[in-house]
């Protein structure tokens, strides 16, 4: 087996979803589609078509693509919250993801509570999150808020503590969407600096983005996702160059 | 932790992986207890206080307001009808007190999937944890209810015997038989909202149905076994009225069958939510 090598495997994965017009789930719908023998308005969709690569130990993969091209959906897959149609996903090591905005915090609780409910999602007992925890308030920057109910958090605030926490909980993969767009430029570049530390400590990283900038920075390989398929799949020039030609033309007749 | 193979999807591998996360089901009860106590004076005390002050109810219905006819010959012998006529609270909070665990677990239990969609649908952990965290909060509950239910039983006379040592066993398997209830129908009511209203109607309609203001000898003399067999909580009262009110020795057969209901629906709903709870993070 090979599988300790790489620490994420996507073999021939698809997705497909049926898109729901309009969905109640309810029993009464149901009935009244059943009674009136109503046309099934359903239609059927691949987000993810035959996608496959690998992740490697210390690697940064970035993905990029426009929006709907299947890059959120492939990050779901990979953090185990929805599964494959088709094809297989092994992950093999500690995955932290920090999906569009929070990690799973829980509105009511505190940022205290949350980060050790967090921290058991992780895996951690109470006792490991402890040595964490002053870690976490200081890269956050809440302060006083920390024994705030997070549903009163602004976006940022809300970013802010979800990345620290997401850092902190020693992932052998992480898992960063287009978030870092959310803070200011401060927190940002802190972040960055924080990722630059963390692909030294060899950390595999699949990073999603629309800037090129960053992937070219970044990132080990890139893969470019387009209607659900992968287009390129390579060294970062390349794929943005193969990126670059695909999608310039119709953002200048757009512009 | 964030390991996993999509491939694999038995219960034995979900049970394996469900004990990796028990700190999870820690806190996650720690935070239902939490918030269900959040901007309550008495807190947790409630839970204590609750049997007593449903007591001075009962005394006040069955006692005063709608006296029983007492059963012959009590002064001669101790019957059962003597028995439940001289201790009527005790005999109905028995009951009521394990009923009260599932109708709870279930009003709240089931919801546990819906009301945490938002961490569903961000991060990956075995959704069984949220179910059977908020289980186990209503189990925290209905354990600390014993302790005033203890009190009560002393009160009244009725004193504890050895068989208060079988109690564990059926508390047990009275946990695991409403886990595999919750783990159903938590994950049936994202699909079928409707079960919220029906389950309303259903649990007035399980309760009156149960051995709970009642004896079963009263209500359906010549259909016991059948009730037993198609209500597995009319078998779980009738043994905690038997370990603590009656002090009979409970039958082993009758124990046995008990718990392997317990085993067997834990299964069954812990399989049903494997399959069903695979695209949770789809359509909540």
């Given at each position: 087996m090979s599988s300790s090598e790489y620490l994420i495997e996507v073999d021939n994965v698809s997705k497909y979803y049926k898109l729901h017009h309009e969905r109640k789930g309810t029993l009464q719908s149901w009935f009244i589609n059943f009674l009136g023998r109503k046309k099934n308005l359903d239609e059927d969709f691949w987000a993810l078509k035959d996608v496959s690569f690998k992740l490697g130990r210390g690697k940064t993969l970035g993905i990029i693509g426009r929006n709907g091209a299947g890059k959120s959906t492939l990050l779901k897959l990979v953090t185990g919250i929805i599964q494959p149609t088709e094809g297989r996903i092994r992950v093999n090591g500690r995955v932290s993801a920090m999906l569009e905005l929070g990690t799973g915090f829980h509105p009511e609780l505190t940022a205290r509570d949350n980060i050790y409910l967090n921290g058991a999602i992780y895996g951690f007992s109470k006792k490991e999150m402890e040595q964490r925890y002053d870690r976490i308030v200081d890269f956050s920057e809440l302060g006083k808020f920390i024994d705030t109910p997070v549903k009163h958090y602004s976006s940022g605030m809300y970013m802010r503590l979800a990345f620290a926490v997401a850092i902190t909980v020693n992932p052998e993969i992480l898992v960063v969407d287009e978030v870092l767009a959310v803070g200011d430029a401060a927190f940002g570049r802190k972040c960055y600096d924080e990722l630059e530390r963390m692909k030294k400590s060899n950390v595999s990283i699949l990073f999603?983005?629309?800037?090129?900038?960053?992937?070219?920075?970044?990132?080990?390989?890139?893969?470019?996702?387009?209607?659900g398929r992968i287009v390129a799949q390579g060294t970062p020039p390349e794929v943005l160059e193969m990126y670059e030609?695909?999608?310039n033309p119709s953002f200048i007749n757009t512009h | 932790m964030g390991r996993f193979d999509s491939s694999?999807?038995?219960?034995?591998?979900?049970?394996?992986?469900?004990?990796?996360?028990?700190?999870?089901?820690?806190?996650?009860?720690?935070?239902?207890?939490?918030?269900?106590?959040?901007?309550?004076?008495l807190g947790f005390l409630w839970s204590l206080a609750n049997p007593l002050l449903m007591m001075f109810v009962f005394y006040l219905v069955f006692v005063v307001l709608l006296p029983q006819t007492p059963p012959q010959n009590c002064d001669v012998a101790n019957t059962r009808e003597c028995r439940i006529y001289n201790s009527y609270t005790a005999f109905i909070l028995v009951g009521l007190l394990a009923w009260n665990f599932t109708a709870n677990s279930i009003s709240t239990g089931m919801m546990a999937l819906l009301s945490h969609a938002s961490m569903i649908k961000k991060v990956y952990f075995p959704r069984e944890t949220l179910a059977i965290a908020s289980v186990l909060a209503v189990f925290v509950n209905f354990l600390l209810s014993l302790i005033p239910l203890f009190l009560i039983i002393f009160i009244n006379g009725i004193g504890l015997t050895w068989y208060v040592l079988l109690l564990p066993v059926i508390l047990f398997f009275h946990f695991m038989f409403i886990c595999g209830v919750?783990?159903?129908?938590?994950?049936?009511?994202v699909y079928f909202r409707d079960l919220t209203h029906i389950m309303e109607v259903a649990l007035t309609a399980w309760f009156f149905l149960t051995p709970i203001l009642y004896t079963m000898d009263r209500v359906f003399p010549s259909a016991q076994q059948l009730v037993y067999?198609?209500?597995?909580?009319?078998?779980?009262?009738?043994?905690?009225?038997?370990?603590?009110?009656?002090?009979?020795?409970?039958?082993?057969?009758?124990?046995?069958?008990?718990?392997?209901?317990?085993?067997?629906?834990f299964v069954l709903g812990y399989y049903f939510f494997i399959k069903a709870s695979r695209s949770l993070g789809e359509v909540l």
């Amino acid at each position: 087996m090979s599988s300790s090598e790489y620490l994420i495997e996507v073999d021939n994965v698809s997705k497909y979803y049926k898109l729901h017009h309009e969905r109640k789930g309810t029993l009464q719908s149901w009935f009244i589609n059943f009674l009136g023998r109503k046309k099934n308005l359903d239609e059927d969709f691949w987000a993810l078509k035959d996608v496959s690569f690998k992740l490697g130990r210390g690697k940064t993969l970035g993905i990029i693509g426009r929006n709907g091209a299947g890059k959120s959906t492939l990050l779901k897959l990979v953090t185990g919250i929805i599964q494959p149609t088709e094809g297989r996903i092994r992950v093999n090591g500690r995955v932290s993801a920090m999906l569009e905005l929070g990690t799973g915090f829980h509105p009511e609780l505190t940022a205290r509570d949350n980060i050790y409910l967090n921290g058991a999602i992780y895996g951690f007992s109470k006792k490991e999150m402890e040595q964490r925890y002053d870690r976490i308030v200081d890269f956050s920057e809440l302060g006083k808020f920390i024994d705030t109910p997070v549903k009163h958090y602004s976006s940022g605030m809300y970013m802010r503590l979800a990345f620290a926490v997401a850092i902190t909980v020693n992932p052998e993969i992480l898992v960063v969407d287009e978030v870092l767009a959310v803070g200011d430029a401060a927190f940002g570049r802190k972040c960055y600096d924080e990722l630059e530390r963390m692909k030294k400590s060899n950390v595999s990283i699949l990073f999603v983005s629309h800037g090129m900038g960053e992937i070219e920075r970044f990132c080990d390989e890139a893969i470019y996702l387009a209607n659900g398929r992968i287009v390129a799949q390579g060294t970062p020039p390349e794929v943005l160059e193969m990126y670059e030609q695909q999608t310039n033309p119709s953002f200048i007749n757009t512009h | 932790m964030g390991r996993f193979d999509s491939s694999h999807t038995s219960i034995w591998h979900s049970l394996i992986n469900l004990y990796r996360y028990r700190e999870l089901v820690k806190q996650l009860t720690l935070k239902d207890l939490k918030l269900r106590y959040k901007s309550s004076i008495l807190g947790f005390l409630w839970s204590l206080a609750n049997p007593l002050l449903m007591m001075f109810v009962f005394y006040l219905v069955f006692v005063v307001l709608l006296p029983q006819t007492p059963p012959q010959n009590c002064d001669v012998a101790n019957t059962r009808e003597c028995r439940i006529y001289n201790s009527y609270t005790a005999f109905i909070l028995v009951g009521l007190l394990a009923w009260n665990f599932t109708a709870n677990s279930i009003s709240t239990g089931m919801m546990a999937l819906l009301s945490h969609a938002s961490m569903i649908k961000k991060v990956y952990f075995p959704r069984e944890t949220l179910a059977i965290a908020s289980v186990l909060a209503v189990f925290v509950n209905f354990l600390l209810s014993l302790i005033p239910l203890f009190l009560i039983i002393f009160i009244n006379g009725i004193g504890l015997t050895w068989y208060v040592l079988l109690l564990p066993v059926i508390l047990f398997f009275h946990f695991m038989f409403i886990c595999g209830v919750i783990l159903f129908l938590s994950v049936a009511v994202v699909y079928f909202r409707d079960l919220t209203h029906i389950m309303e109607v259903a649990l007035t309609a399980w309760f009156f149905l149960t051995p709970i203001l009642y004896t079963m000898d009263r209500v359906f003399p010549s259909a016991q076994q059948l009730v037993y067999w198609l209500n597995p909580m009319a078998s779980f009262i009738e043994s905690y009225r038997a370990i603590l009110f009656f002090h009979y020795s409970p039958e082993p057969f009758f124990t046995l069958r008990t718990c392997l209901t317990g085993v067997l629906v834990f299964v069954l709903g812990y399989y049903f939510f494997i399959k069903a709870s695979r695209s949770l993070g789809e359509v909540l």
